[in-house]
C-alpha cells in the first residue's frame, strides 16, 4: 500500500463522505451494496503490498474497471471487509455486470473517478472529506458549500463571517444580525471590501502581515468598524483565501472565538481547494482534446472518453465574445469560469474551451428532437448574454452554431457559430445572440471585406483623407451618415449629438476635408467599404 492516511476522531460513513465530496469528484456505481459503513482511511492501491484493512477506501490507480483483475480486487476488498474501491471513468459504454456482481457479493462498493477531474484532485477530495468529519458542527457542510461553511463559522466564534479569495472578492458570507457595522454591510453588498478601506489596510502593511502570518490575527475597533479576527487558509505553502470575522452587535469572546477560527481555516482549505477545482472545471488534456476536436483534427471518441459528452447525441457549439479594452487573457479567463458556472448551475455540463477572442463552449446529449435541440441551444445562449453581461461589466455576445446529430460533427457547429459571432460583431444588429441565419447580411459582407483586407486602393480617397486628418468624429459622423439611410436625425441620435452640430460638422467639415460627393452612388459605396475594412481591421486588433 501507498499514500495511505488515517484519521482520530470522529469516523465519516461512505454515504457521508460521498455526500460531501459530490458525483463531480467520485460517483457511486448504481448497485446496491450498504454504504452506511464508516471510512477510516484512504488508501492509494499499491499491487505489490496489498494490506487491505476495514473501513478502507481502496483507490484503484491503473487498474481497468473492466477488466478481471478489478473484479478480483473488489472481492479481495470485500473480503477483508474495506468501505469500496474506486476506480478510474467506467467509459461510454456498458459497465462490467462482473464487477457489479462481485461487489454484491462482497458487499462493498465500486466507485468511479468524474469525468471531469483528475487522480490528484479526486483523491484530495476523498482525504478532505474524511478531515471535514473531526470538526463538530462543520462536518456536515457539503465541500464547496462556502455559503453554509460561512454560518457554520459564525455560530462557533459568535460573530459575522465573509470568506474572501487572495484578491478580497467575498466568496461567501454569513448573515448579519441589526448590529451589522456599516463597513460589512458596504462589504456584502458589493461582495467586496470598500476600496477605501482596502487602500487603507495596504498602505498600513495589513496584508502584507496577513499573507506571513501562520495564525489568528486580531484588529481592534476602530471608527464605525468593530474588531475583527483575521486567519489565512493555507494548503501548505499555498494561501487559499482568508476569513474574517466581525463582532455583531455584541462585543467578540476573542479566546474561545480565536480557537474556533483556527479550527475553521484547517477545514476551510478543503472547501476552497473543492470551490477552486469547481470553478476551473477543466484540466488541461480535457482543454487540449476538445481545443483539436474544435479545430477538425481530434478524435471524438477521446473526447468523448475524457468528459461523458455523449458521441452518438446532438452536440452544438457556441462561440461566446466579451469586449473589453482590458488585457485579453485577464478577460478571458473570467468569461471561461463564468460560462462553466453559469450552465453548471443551471444542470448543464459544457466543455469550455479558450480562444483568441472568447471562448468556444461545447454542448452534448442534446434533445433527440431537433427543433427542441435548436430552441434549447438559442435559448441557453440568450440567457448567457442577458446574466453575464452584469457581472462581467461588459457586453456579451454570442455565436450560436447549428445543431449537428453526432460528437464527430462538432466542428462544422463551431464554424458556423464562429460566422454568427462575426457577423454580430462586425455588422450593425443591435442583437447579442445570434444564429447565422439571423445576421446573414453581416456574415456575407464580412466575407467580401475579409477577401479586400489587405488590399489598398491606388489612389487617394475620401476616407484615406478623412482618417489622415486625424480627427476620429469626422470618420465617425460619415460613417453614422451612410450606416443610417443618410438621414441626419437618426445619425445624430445614434451618436448621441445634436442633430445641428451633427449637420453643421458633416455639411461643412466632413465634406470639405475629404472632398466627398455624398449625391454620388459610387462614392457613397467606395467609403462605406472602406469603413467597413477600417472596421474589420479594428477588430482583428481586438
Known amino acids: 500500500m501507498s499514500g495511505t492516511e488515517s484519521w482520530g476522531g470522529p469516523k465519516q460513513t461512505l454515504t457521508g463522505l460521498l455526500a460531501l465530496v459530490g458525483e463531480r469528484f467520485v460517483e457511486l456505481d448504481?448497485?446496491?451494496?450498504?454504504?452506511?459503513?464508516?471510512?477510516?482511511?484512504?488508501?492509494?492501491?499499491?499491487?505489490?503490498?496489498?494490506?487491505?484493512?476495514?473501513g478502507d477506501l481502496l483507490v484503484a490507480v491503473g487498474v481497468d474497471p473492466h477488466s478481471e483483475e478489478a473484479v478480483a480486487l473488489v472481492r479481495r476488498a470485500g473480503a477483508a471487509g474495506a468501505?469500496?474501491?474506486?476506480?478510474?471513468?467506467?467509459?461510454?459504454?456498458?459497465?462490467?455486470?462482473?464487477?457489479?456482481?462481485?461487489?454484491a457479493q462482497a458487499g462493498t462498493a465500486v466507485l468511479f473517478r468524474g469525468w471531469w477531474t483528475d487522480w490528484p484532485?479526486?483523491?484530495?477530495?476523498?482525504h478532505a472529506g474524511l478531515s471535514?468529519?473531526?470538526?463538530?458542527?462543520?462536518?456536515?457542510?457539503?465541500?464547496?458549500?462556502?455559503?453554509?461553511?460561512?454560518?457554520?463559522?459564525?455560530?462557533?466564534?459568535?460573530?459575522?463571517?465573509?470568506?474572501?479569495?487572495?484578491d478580497s472578492n467575498v466568496l461567501a458570507y454569513s448573515p448579519t444580525g441589526q448590529g451589522a457595522d456599516p463597513v460589512r454591510q458596504a462589504t456584502i453588498l458589493a461582495l467586496k471590501p470598500p476600496e477605501g478601506r482596502l487602500v487603507d489596510m495596504e498602505r498600513a502593511g495589513f496584508f502584507r502581515q496577513l499573507w506571513k502570518s501562520t495564525d489568528v490575527l486580531y484588529r481592534k475597533a476602530?471608527?464605525?468598524?468593530?474588531e475583527r479576527l483575521i486567519v489565512l487558509v493555507r494548503a501548505g505553502d499555498l494561501p487559499l483565501g482568508s476569513i474574517w470575522v466581525a463582532a455583531d452587535g455584541k462585543p467578540l469572546v476573542v479566546a474561545d472565538a480565536t480557537d474556533a477560527l483556527r479550527s475553521a481555516a484547517r477545514v476551510a482549505v478543503a472547501h476552497l481547494l473543492h470551490d477552486r477545482a469547481r470553478r476551473d472545471g477543466q484540466d488541461q488534456q480535457l482543454l487540449e482534446a476538445a481545443r483539436a476536436l474544435l479545430e477538425g483534427r481530434g478524435s471524438a471518441e477521446l473526447l468523448a472518453e475524457r468528459t461523458g459528452v455523449p458521441r452518438a447525441e446532438r452536440c452544438a457549439v457556441l462561440a461566446v465574445h466579451a469586449a473589453s479594452g482590458r488585457a485579453g487573457e485577464q478577460v478571458r479567463d473570467r468569461l471561461a469560469k463564468s460560462v462553466f458556472r453559469y450552465c453548471v448551475e443551471r444542470g448543464r455540463l459544457p466543455v469550455v474551451v479558450p480562444t483568441g477572442h472568447g471562448v468556444l463552449m461545447l454542448l452534448g446529449g442534446l434533445s433527440k428532437d431537433a427543433a427542441a435541440a435548436e430552441a434549447h441551444v438559442s435559448q441557453l445562449g440568450r440567457a448567457l448574454a442577458r446574466d453575464l453581461a452584469g457581472p462581467l461589466g461588459l457586453r456579451v455576445r454570442i455565436g450560436v452554431g447549428e445543431v449537428r446529430e453526432r460528437l464527430d460533427q462538432a466542428p462544422e457547429s463551431r464554424r458556423t457559430?464562429?460566422?454568427?459571432?462575426?457577423?454580430?460583431?462586425?455588422?450593425?444588429?443591435?442583437?447579442?445572440?445570434?444564429?447565422?441565419?439571423?445576421v446573414a447580411d453581416s456574415v456575407a459582407l464580412l466575407h467580401f471585406v475579409d477577401a479586400l483586407r489587405d488590399q489598398d486602393p491606388p489612389v487617394e480617397t475620401p476616407v484615406d483623407r478623412l482618417v489622415a486628418n486625424g480627427e476620429t468624429s469626422l470618420v465617425e459622423t460619415?460613417?453614422?451618415?451612410?450606416?443610417?439611410?443618410?438621414?441626419?436625425?437618426?445619425?445624430?441620435?445614434?451618436l448621441g449629438v445634436?442633430?445641428?452640430?451633427?449637420?453643421?460638422?458633416l455639411d461643412q467639415t466632413v465634406v470639405r476635408v475629404s472632398g466627398i460627393d455624398l449625391d454620388d452612388p459610387d462614392a457613397r459605396l467606395l467609403a462605406q467599404l472602406q469603413l467597413r475594412l477600417l472596421s474589420r481591421r479594428a477588430l482583428d486588433r481586438d
Open 121 to 126: 484532485t479526486a483523491i484530495g477530495m476523498l
Open 83 to 103: 468501505a469500496g474501491v474506486v476506480f478510474g471513468p467506467a467509459g461510454t459504454g456498458p459497465r462490467n455486470e462482473a464487477l457489479r456482481e462481485a461487489a
Open 478 to 494: 460619415l460613417r453614422a451618415y451612410l450606416d443610417h439611410s443618410r438621414e441626419k436625425a437618426r445619425a445624430a441620435d445614434a
Open 417 to 438: 457559430a464562429d460566422l454568427a459571432l462575426g457577423g454580430l460583431l462586425f455588422g450593425s444588429s443591435a442583437l447579442d445572440c445570434a444564429r447565422v441565419a439571423e
Open 498 to 505: 445634436a442633430r445641428s452640430t451633427f449637420a453643421h460638422r
Open 222 to 226: 476602530q471608527g464605525e468598524a468593530p
Open 30 to 54: 448504481g448497485t446496491p451494496q450498504e454504504t452506511g459503513g464508516t471510512v477510516s482511511r484512504v488508501v492509494l492501491l499499491d499491487p505489490l503490498e496489498p494490506q487491505e484493512l476495514p
Open 132 to 166: 471535514v468529519a473531526r470538526e463538530p458542527g462543520i462536518a456536515g457542510v457539503r465541500l464547496g458549500d462556502l455559503e453554509g461553511l460561512a454560518k457554520a463559522i459564525a455560530v462557533q466564534v459568535g460573530g459575522s463571517v465573509t470568506i474572501e479569495d487572495l
